[in-house]
């Protein structure tokens, strides 16, 4: 089983994430409404879980009919998965330039653990979406579950990607490496969450990057 973790403390909706849903396109018209849709839907599933999270509410706190949500969107799930769809797009597009970019030349791998925290910490609502989901699956569709697990194992890859541009080789530990980073990156910002006065977000984060630090110089001294 593929692992997957992720949570952080709640946040402020940004525009970015709503626009790149990946449902079809709305009139004209209609574009400003179904923004407010979605705001309002991420919002209430930061607040009350999906579960909780009714098409009259969405709609209430989006100050739209429900016939607007129903002709954006189709019923409840529909606009939950399309929140999900257009955050996974964001957090995949964000991870590949964070990756991709800056790592391009060879960095040292300690780098690759600051530029994920980046990446953590800007977008702490979206991934308080993706934590209530993971967490309701088995009361969530096949379609959404697939996506769910279809995101995790795109990031990890991605992260993996970066070790191997860092290290100047392939390896297959490298994605079995990503997940344990993100794990421990999230990890520490939810027990953050949970208890702020005992858990060190800084201090867990250096231990993350000495763990990807002392596994890529090891291997790089038996290679």
Request: one cysteine or more; a positive charge; glycine letters at 6%.
């Amino acid at each position: 089983m593929t692992p997957f973790s992720l949570t952080v403390p709640i946040g402020t909706v940004k525009e970015d994430s709503v626009n790149m849903v990946s449902s079809p396109a709305p009139r004209p018209r209609g574009v400003a409404t179904r923004r407010r849709l979605l705001a309002a839907a991420m919002d209430l599933v930061c607040e009350r879980g999906a579960a909780g999270t009714s098409v009259g509410a969405v709609c209430e706190r989006a100050g739209a009919a429900k016939t607007a949500l129903y002709w954006h969107f189709g019923n409840k799930e529909g606009i939950i998965y399309a929140l999900l769809d257009g955050i996974a797009t964001m957090v995949s597009s964000d991870l590949a330039t964070l990756v991709a970019g800056p790592l391009a030349e060879r960095r040292p791998a300690d780098e690759i653990v600051d530029v994920l925290k980046r990446f953590v910490c800007t977008r702490k609502q979206q991934l308080q979406v993706l934590q209530v989901l993971v967490n309701e699956r088995a009361n969530l569709s096949k379609k959404i579950c697939e996506r769910l697990r279809g995101l995790n194992l795109e990031n990890a890859r991605l992260l993996a990607r970066s070790f191997s541009t860092s290290a100047g080789r392939q390896d297959p530990n490298f994605e079995l490496l990503a997940f344990s980073a993100i794990a421990l990156m999230l990890g520490s910002l939810w027990m953050h969450q949970l208890d702020p006065e005992h858990v060190d977000v800084e201090r867990m984060v250096d231990h993350v990057r000495d763990l990807v630090s002392t596994y890529m110089h090891r291997e790089r001294g038996q290679s």
